[in-house]
């Protein structure tokens, strides 16, 4: 009888779902877009459908042994989604506990994407063995995920790890959470953009960027274009770097994590991002720690690593 | 027979330790000047008989079941101390192993002073029963002691919680650890000489610190000015609460403590620094944590605070 977990990855567009095993490998996936059912009872029954039917085509004897869960605000205290912005259902969604009645009590574990993502690191990727460490994940935000003593660190209330709040420039860019200045209005998809604006702004240098608008500009053309040797677009990724460098050098000096793991969308970057980061970091450490700190980034693939980090999450629990 | 532990505190200037029981009452102490002894192991030897001395003047039955210090660099995972800069011995000392062997074998448990002042606050004092909050020290310079998930935060090397080195302003004030901008040149007791001496230099207000030269001047003064209606000092508070409750703000949306306990010198100007401090702190926390973060002076006398937290780092070994 094979042993498998149910690793499900809910994010604003779709809901990704699949099986896998202990060691990574996926039995079977499957996706249906997040936002198809205006009620959120609806939405539990279509996820339970979904698994279901995936794991009715294995032609092998299997058992599903949990549930991990990675969503945005998902708390893994309470099991609920709270308030989460970008999806459907408002309030507090008390997602593990619908689930576990739908699937006869097995344990649902659920917790936030960058959570989520630390814990695939730790059992599948480039964080085994480690027991201090943090998952950066540079996508439309700035998430982290920081495992402490070998645990996730979840805080007294399940929300620990909004590294993208802290203040970069107290009083800089509007961010979305209605402060200022906060890390992620300067380092992130939107951060990288934000930076390529105030270069086209502050040089004059010419640059392909300076034909597209703010509102079409993406991330990955900012990488393209610097590959391409523009000046402007390799400024903005320098300034990207410079300042994530700074900011990881203030954590290191709060949690000492061994590595430091970078992921998503600014990360496809490659060295274009981490060279400049790599620099930045070593620079503003403490002596201490400069060349012992690990800076690299995850070993998962982009297209499973959400999922295999809700399964993590899931075999992380039985194991407990 | 009385279960007890030894408690030592280092101290660039004085070496303090007593005899402790579980519940924190204190059975006979000694101190000696730390820089008595111009060899390390003579220090140590120094340490034991004192320590023995204080054990033989109890007139009952009595056992020490290990032994607990707080010191400078002291590293929790080597027990040994790392280059204090304060200590007149260079290089790495193995204190825990030295003094072990001449207690015949007993566990013996290093820290540094903060993280000893985070589990005296845990076991002794008021955060009994929480599993996730920090400890501020205000003195020479800017400690702190993390607890995560019941367990005090060390880090992959021993040294983690150098929140004191947490960049404030890069490029700012010259700190002592060869770098600009850090947080304790900002809120410390010299931090807030700073901050005094920087508003004496901008405001015209007229102020009893105008005649204090810098080499006199201490934060005690300061508070003791502001508590006589001195401008100057009060704006010096008022800064460095702003400062302070700003860097918090950012430390609650990495760890999310359910408290953060101040102590220390600065902490002795009561109300004069936590209202700058609090409103500061409330100011810019995320919405999400707004009233939700307790911040509150430690319960721990200031006199017994270094010995009682020593004393629970050997209770929590012996119960682990």
Redesign the interface.
């Known amino acids: 009888m094979k042993k498998l977990v149910a690793g499900i990855d809910i994010g604003g567009t779709n809901t990704v779902f699949a099986l896998v095993d202990e060691v990574g490998s996926i039995h079977g996936s499957g996706t249906f877009p997040t936002d198809l059912h205006k009620d959120f009872d609806d939405y539990i029954v279509a996820l339970r459908d979904g698994i279901q039917e995936v794991s009715s085509k294995l032609d092998y004897p299997h058992k599903i042994m949990g549930i991990g869960i990675g969503a945005p605000n998902g708390n893994y205290y309470t099991g609920c989604i709270d308030s989460a912005a970008n999806l459907r259902w408002k309030g507090n969604l008390p997602l593990a506990e619908k689930l576990k009645v739908l699937f006869g009590g097995i344990p649902v574990v659920l917790t936030n994407d960058a959570n989520a993502a630390s814990i695939g690191e730790m059992i599948y990727g480039g964080a085994k063995g480690m027991?201090?460490f943090v998952v950066i994940t540079l996508g439309t935000g700035l998430g982290?995920g920081?495992v402490?003593?070998g645990?996730v660190?979840?805080?007294?209330?399940g929300?620990?790890?909004?590294?993208g709040?802290?203040?970069y420039l107290?009083g800089g860019r509007q961010c979305g959470?209605?402060?200022k200045g906060c890390l992620e209005t300067y380092v992130s998809a939107p951060g990288l953009k934000r930076n390529a604006f105030e270069l086209l702004s502050r040089e004059n240098h010419p640059s392909v960027l300076r034909d597209i608008p703010f509102s079409q500009l993406t991330s990955k053309d900012v990488a393209i274009a610097a590959a391409d040797g523009d000046k402007i677009a390799n400024m903005a990724l320098e300034m990207t770097g410079k300042i994530l460098g700074?900011s990881l050098?203030?954590?290191v000096?709060?949690?000492?994590?061994?590595a430091i793991f970078l992921f998503g969308g600014v990360a496809k970057a490659g060295s274009l991002i981490m060279e400049p980061t790599k620099k930045s970091f070593e620079e503003?450490l403490?002596?201490?720690?400069k060349g012992?700190?690990k800076l690299v980034f995850s070993s998962l693939d982009e297209n499973d690593a959400a999922i295999l980090g809700s399964s993590a999450l899931a075999w992380k629990e039985l194991n407990r």
Do not use: Q
């Not at 929300?159 to 590294?163: C, Q």
């Not at 000096?253 to 061994?258: G, Y």
């Open positions: 027991k201090n982290s920081f402490v003593n645990e660190m979840y805080g007294h209330d929300f620990a790890g909004e590294f709040h802290i203040a107290r959470c209605g402060r700074e050098a203030d954590l000096a709060i949690t000492v994590p061994e503003n403490l002596s201490l720690w012992k700190v």
